[in-house]
């Protein structure tokens, strides 16, 4: 019960939910430019995939770091 009822909690992780959907839709539209062969968009995708990831990775670390500020790590944050 250490991080259930905290807004910090709360609000971080749904920051890095909606950051890891982000980093999905872009891997996706960049899939689905490399199968069609769309030479033109893949180097904008590509760049837009390497920032939700950069986004996304930090959104995860800050929540994974704010929890560690509880003082318990056993609720399995890192899966
Ligand atoms: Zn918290």
Do not use: F
């Not at 960049?30 to 950069?54: F, H, N, Q, Y």
Request: glycine letters at 8%; proline letters at 3%.
């Amino acid at each position: 019960m250490h991080s259930e009822g905290c807004p910090l909690c709360r609000a971080l992780l749904d920051r890095a939910s909606s950051e890891i959907l982000r980093h999905i839709r872009a891997v996706g539209q960049l899939d689905w430019a490399l199968a069609r062969g769309d030479t033109e968009l893949i180097p904008a995708l590509e760049m837009a995939v390497k920032e939700a990831s950069l986004c996304r990775e930090e959104a995860v670390a800050r929540y994974k770091y704010h929890q560690g500020t509880h003082g318990a790590n056993e609720s399995g944050a890192s899966a």
